[in-house]
C-alpha cells in the first residue's frame, strides 16, 4: 500500500482518501459554505474546475512539486476534495470528463518531474511505485542515462489507445523485450488510465447534499458545462471508404469480408435499418439473402446480443479498404467523417488528450 507524505498528497491528491482527509483537518462539508476562512479553499476549488473546463491545467501553488508553506499543502489537497464535491452537486459529466484530464495532466507533470529527480531518487521511486502500484506498470531504470525501461506488454497495453505513429512499437527503441522512454513519456504513457482513474473516482463518491451558499458557484459550473456540451452536425456524407465499398458492391466486383464488415457496420451505426442495407450486397458474386441477413441481425447485435462497431481507420488502412481524401484529416473512424462541431456561444480550448508537442508544457 502507498504511505504518503503531505508532498505526495498535494501533488497528487486522488490519492487521498477524502473522507478521512476531512475528518483528519476536522472540517464538516457545510463550513465550506459559510466559514470565510475556509473560503481560499473554495475558491481555488472552483478555480480548479474552470481551468478543466477551458481545457487547461490548474496552476498550483507548488513549485517543482514543493510548498513554500505547509498550509498551502493543506489548501491544494482540501482544494481538490471540494473541487469533486462542486461537480458533484453541478451533476454534469462533461465536468467529470474535463476535471479528470486536467488533473491527470498535472500529476503528469510532477511524475516526470519526480521521474527525472536525479539527486533525490526517493522521489522517482514514488513515482515508479505509483506508476505500478495504479497502473501495473512495471518500470525499470537504464544506468547508463536513466532513461525507463518498459517490458513491452505493458508498453502495448497502455499504448494501444494512442494513435500517433510515435506511440507504434516499430518508432520505438526497443532492448531485450523493453521499450526505452524518457521520464515524459513514461508518464505520457499512462494519462489515458490516469484520467480513467479520476474519473472512476469521482463517479464513485456519493452526491453531498446542497452546501448552502454554494449555490450560486454550482450554478455556474453547471451552466458553463451546459455551454460546453459538444454539438454536433453532419454533412450525412459517406466517407470514401464507403462509397469505394458500394461501388464494388454496385458493380458486382468481390468486397472482401474485412470490406462487407466495415459497409454493414457503419451503415447500422448511422442507424440504418437491416431491411435497406441488406439489399446492397444484392450484386455481390457470392449473394445469399439468407445469409446476408442473418450476418446483419448479428452485426446489430439483434441475434447473439453484442453489437459490433465500426472499424477504426487505422484498422481500415491495415485491410487496404481506406482511400483517404484531406476532409479525412484528424478523424479516427469513418463515423466521423463528415462531423463538424456546430459553433456555440462561448467557445473554448476543448480538452485533448493529443501528445503535446515536444518542450510543450503538458
Ligand atoms: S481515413 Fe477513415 S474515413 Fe477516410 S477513407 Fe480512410 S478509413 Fe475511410
Redesign the pocket.
Known amino acids: 500500500m502507498l504511505v504518503l507524505g503531505k508532498d505526495e498528497k498535494a501533488k497528487y491528491p486522488f490519492l487521498a482518501d477524502a473522507g478521512r482527509h476531512l475528518q483528519e483537518y476536522g472540517f464538516e462539508l457545510p463550513q465550506f459554505g459559510t466559514d470565510p476562512a475556509l473560503r481560499v479553499i473554495v475558491d481555488k476549488a472552483y478555480e480548479r474546475v474552470m481551468a478543466a473546463t477551458g481545457g487547461s491545467v490548474y496552476r498550483s501553488g507548488l513549485a517543482d512539486g514543493r510548498a513554500v508553506q505547509d498550509r498551502m499543502l493543506d489548501v491544494e489537497i482540501l482544494s481538490f476534495l471540494i473541487a469533486i464535491i462542486l461537480i458533484k452537486l453541478a451533476n454534469r459529466h462533461t465536468l467529470v470528463r474535463r476535471f479528470a484530464l486536467s488533473e491527470a495532466r498535472r500529476a503528469e507533470s510532477y511524475l516526470a518531474g519526480d521521474l527525472s529527480d536525479r539527486r533525490d531518487r526517493s522521489r522517482a521511486d514514488m513515482a515508479r511505485r505509483i506508476l505500478h502500484d495504479l497502473f501495473g506498470l512495471k518500470v525499470g531504470v537504464r544506468d547508463s542515462d536513466s532513461r525507463y525501461l518498459i517490458p513491452v506488454p505493458d508498453y502495448l497495453r497502455h499504448s494501444s489507445v494512442f494513435h500517433e505513429r510515435e506511440w507504434k512499437l516499430v518508432n520505438r527503441q526497443v532492448e531485450d523485450g523493453h521499450v526505452i522512454l524518457r521520464p515524459d513519456k513514461t508518464v505520457r504513457l499512462i494519462r489515458h488510465a490516469l484520467t480513467t482513474y479520476i474519473s472512476a473516482k469521482i463517479r464513485n463518491s456519493p452526491v453531498p447534499d446542497m452546501i448552502p451558499g454554494l449555490e450560486e458557484m454550482v450554478a455556474e459550473l453547471a451552466a458553463v458545462a451546459d455551454k460546453l456540451t459538444p454539438a454536433y452536425e453532419s454533412t450525412g456524407e459517406n ?4 462509397k469505394h465499398a458500394i461501388n464494388v458492391l454496385k458493380s458486382g466486383e468481390n468486397l472482401p469480408h474485412s470490406g462487407r464488415f466495415m459497409l454493414a457496420t457503419f451503415l447500422l451505426a448511422r442507424g440504418r435499418p437491416i431491411e435497406e442495407i441488406a439489399p446492397l450486397f444484392k450484386n455481390a458474386p457470392d449473394y445469399s439473402e439468407r445469409v446476408t441477413m442473418y450476418q446483419l441481425n448479428h452485426l446489430s447485435g439483434r441475434t447473439g446480443g453484442v453489437k459490433y462497431n465500426c472499424p477504426s ?1 487505422d484498422k ?2 491495415t485491410q487496404n ?5 484531406p476532409e ?1 484529416d484528424g ?1 479516427i ?2 463515423l ?2 463528415g462531423r463538424r462541431r456546430k459553433t456555440v456561444e462561448h467557445e473554448q480550448q476543448q480538452p485533448s488528450d493529443a501528445e503535446p508537442a515536444e518542450g510543450e508544457p503538458a
Not at 321 to 325: I, S
Open positions: 466517407p470514401p471508404c464507403i481507420c481500415l488502412r479498404l481506406c482511400f483517404a481524401v479525412c478523424i473512424t469513418p466521423q467523417f
